[in-house]
């Protein structure tokens, strides 16, 4: 019986996880429920879908406060909402804000991982008061690696989601908001080409080029929505 072994082993969740190179069991170690569903972090104020999203006219809607928040059908759809704020210890005034939205492909790799294929309407704008353009809106088609998942249940918030960077750094816990995703439709919700990508902006602003992939793993700062 394999089963006392297993739950006497230290959890998995806040170990270095990019060392498991081998592949993923799916023990009630990895993940005490399915992915499938939404998942919010910190105050909840951030949820994927209609609320957070408007594809069609890449607008916005503000949440109350930053976090971030990914969403998962059972037949292979995501979708991720972020509204991330990244402080400067050296100058305060120059809080870089994101707001980020996208959706596409996952795959749960063999290997522990997770890949994520945008569809390419993905979209995202950036607040840099201390940059040469200081508000601006872009194109946002990252393929996105997470290196290790886990799901564990906390004894007041329930079903907890832990996903693992690129880089093995890990993204503040997401608490399980519904087992049924609330989604835009799983499909381009824009047309995208060369011409009406604003991928060009990111040469006059190269901050915002090195901000783009690390303010979405700092920590949650709640602060006023961005105008
Ligand atoms: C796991 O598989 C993904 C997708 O093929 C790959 O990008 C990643 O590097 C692999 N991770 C490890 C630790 O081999
Ligand atoms: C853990 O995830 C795997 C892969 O999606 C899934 O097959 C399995 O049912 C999940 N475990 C539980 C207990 O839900
Ligand atoms: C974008 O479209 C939505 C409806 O889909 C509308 O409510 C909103 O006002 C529009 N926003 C802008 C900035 O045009
Ligand atoms: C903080 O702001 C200063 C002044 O604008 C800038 O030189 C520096 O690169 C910023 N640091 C970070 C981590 O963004
Ligand atoms: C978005 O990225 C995906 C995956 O790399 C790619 O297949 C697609 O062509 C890209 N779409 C656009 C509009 O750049
Ligand atoms: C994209 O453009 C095509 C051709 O103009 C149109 O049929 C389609 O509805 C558009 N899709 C979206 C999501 O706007």
């Given at each position: 019986?394999?089963?006392?072994?297993?739950l006497?082993?230290?959890?998995?969740?806040?170990?270095?996880?990019?060392?498991?190179?081998q592949?993923?069991q799916?023990?009630?170690?990895?993940?005490?429920t399915?992915?499938?569903?939404?998942?919010?972090?910190?105050?909840?104020?951030?949820?994927?879908?209609?609320?957070?999203a408007?594809?069609?006219?890449?607008?916005?809607?503000?949440?109350?406060?930053?976090g971030?928040?990914y969403?998962?059908?059972?037949?292979?759809?995501?979708e991720?909402?972020?509204?991330r704020?990244?402080g400067n210890?050296?100058s305060?005034?120059?809080?870089?804000?994101?707001?980020n939205?996208c959706?596409?492909?996952y795959?749960?790799?063999?290997?522990g991982?997770?890949?994520?294929?945008?569809?390419?309407?993905g979209?995202?704008?950036?607040?840099?008061p201390?940059?040469?353009i200081?508000?601006?809106?872009?194109?946002?088609?990252?393929?996105?690696?997470?290196?290790?998942?886990?799901i564990?249940?906390?004894p007041?918030?329930?079903?907890?989601?832990?996903?693992?960077?690129?880089d093995?750094?890990?993204l503040?816990?997401m608490?399980?908001?519904?087992?049924?995703?609330?989604?835009?439709?799983?499909q381009?919700?824009r047309?995208?080409s060369?011409?009406?990508?604003?991928?060009?902006?990111?040469?006059?602003?190269?901050?915002?080029?090195?901000?783009?992939?690390?303010?979405?793993?700092v920590?949650?700062?709640?602060?006023?929505p961005?105008?």
């Open positions: 019986m394999m089963m006392p072994v297993l006497s082993l230290p959890l998995l969740v806040f170990l270095p996880l990019p060392v498991l190179a592949d993923i799916y023990t009630l170690q990895h993940n005490v399915t992915i499938y569903g939404t998942w919010s972090s910190g105050s909840q104020n951030v949820v994927t879908g209609a609320g957070f408007q594809p069609a006219n890449m607008s916005f809607i503000y949440p109350k406060t930053t971030m928040s969403s998962f059908t059972s037949d292979g759809y995501y991720i909402a972020r509204y704020m990244n210890g050296t305060p005034n120059c809080i870089t804000g994101v707001m939205w959706h596409g492909t795959e749960l790799v063999s290997n991982s997770i890949t994520m294929t945008p569809f390419g309407d979209y995202q704008q950036i607040q840099d201390c940059a040469a200081s508000n601006f809106m872009e194109t946002y088609n990252d393929t996105e690696l997470y290196v290790q998942w886990s564990y249940q906390d007041t918030l329930g079903y907890m989601l832990q996903l693992y960077q690129f093995g750094s890990p503040p816990p608490a399980q908001l519904s087992t049924s995703p609330n989604m835009l439709p799983t381009a919700l047309n995208v060369a011409a009406t990508s604003v991928l060009g902006q990111r040469s006059c602003d190269l901050r915002s080029v090195d901000i783009e992939a690390p303010v979405l793993g920590g949650l700062l709640t602060l006023n961005l105008q």
